[in-house]
């Protein structure tokens, strides 16, 4: 059983809609804090709206107050009212596995959030069991510039000063990042996966988009460590990302997916690494095991179209 604590996105392709797919293609039952709705589609986000206080928080305790939730997964809470709010609960030991996705900026350079990024750091790093910023979030975060992977690497060491026990950050942004300043639009989650580890497994029924679906048969691998990872990955064509975890650098590789289809990959990987956590999966194998289930799903709807825009992941 997982939480996930997050905004709405009326276009299905991130947010709540891609956590609790996300959940149920792990065979995981997902429940479910609406912070925020959007009005959104491929093309980007028309309108949005925080939901107040008092009906989050009746939310969290309609949810908390009855299941047994074993994993939490948070993404949009639009500003620092509901992070605060959300890290009561957490600090009140209500949020068990938290995986926090600081979600800033959508791929189509919308803000989702309104407040001090570095109050994320400080309500919710000492509650995270793994933060999972992209280049820019890390940038944003941190207020310094991560063009390669060795500033991955300081990021994501300054980054668990402030008590998460891992951070993951994903390289998808890399070249975009090093090619100008934070940019509003554009962004790329990319493909990440377990370094050499990625399964394939991937049979989710249908390949027509929206078509009936069946969990993944991958079990997810451990990662490897710092030096075998980037050979691996070699220069080109790869995704590099870096995950500090328990005291210990790791890297994870994978091949880029060429898609435009990129809309709620971050959702996406927070969700499975939630989900993971849910199904009791060690925190390194959670970690490399999502990222092997979002290379699938940037796969597996590389060719859709669903909108004018950068279309959803096959979650
Ligand atoms: N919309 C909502 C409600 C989200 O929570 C997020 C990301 O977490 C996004 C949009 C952005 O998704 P993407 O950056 O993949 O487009």
Redesign the pocket.
Known sequence: MALTI????SGG????QADLHTFAAHRVHGTSVVT?I?A?NTRG?TAAESVGVDLVRAQLDAVLGDFSVVAVKT??LGGEALLALVAQYGEAGRLPNLVV?P?MV???GDS?FSGDPAAYLARLGPLATVLTPNLIEARQLLGREITTVDDMREAARALATYGPRAVLVKGGHREEAASGPAPSGG?H?DALASGGHREHGGTRGSDEPGGARSGRGETGGAPRSSGEAASAAGDSGSAIDVLWCDGQMLELAAPRVATRN??????TLASAIAARLALGHPLPQAVSGAKAYVTEALRAAADWRLGLG?GPVDH
């Open positions: 997050a905004g709405s996105d392709g991130a947010g709540i925020a959007t959104q986000v993404g949009m996705d979600v959508t791929t189509t989702l962004l989650e990129d809309h709620g990959t971050g959702c950068p």
